[in-house]
Nanobody, 116 residues
Framework: QVQLVESGGGLVQPGGSLRLSCAAS????????MSWYRQASGKERELVAT????????DYADSVKGRFTISRDNAKNTVYLQMNSLKPEDTAVYYC?????????WGQGTQVTVSS
């Protein structure tokens, strides 16, 4: 059974940092590209960052370049999103997604709130 479980969200002040984790099970993790998406209240879900299966290639939304870093540990079946210099507009539910060809799996999401 495929599972993606996000953790690490919470309330943080502007300028602060958080590290999100997404633990995967039920599939061959290293064969899947992994992405982080986010969805703010009343807005469409947007792609934040993507990392290739072996972790050699990454891509970021312009809005988070230079502030967020995606990484993965294939030995632990986990993908991370390090978020620095957080802004109120980063407030959203953050989801991880596993992708390989026609196979896409989503986690349940973790809330990140940036507020003073």
């Amino acid at each position: 059974q495929v599972q993606l479980v996000e953790s690490g969200g919470g309330l943080v002040q502007p300028g602060g940092s958080l590290r999100l984790s997404c633990a995967a099970s039920g599939f061959t993790f290293s064969s899947y590209a992994m992405s982080w998406y986010r969805q703010a209240s009343g807005k469409e879900r947007e792609l934040v960052a993507t990392i290739s299966g072996v972790g050699t290639s990454t891509d970021y939304a312009d809005s988070v370049k230079g502030r967020f870093t995606i990484s993965r540990d294939n030995a632990k079946n986990t993908v991370y999103l390090q978020m620095n210099s957080l802004k109120p507009e980063d407030t959203a539910v953050y989801y991880c997604k596993a992708m390989r060809a026609l196979f896409h799996y989503w986690g349940q999401g973790t809330q990140v709130t940036v507020s003073s």
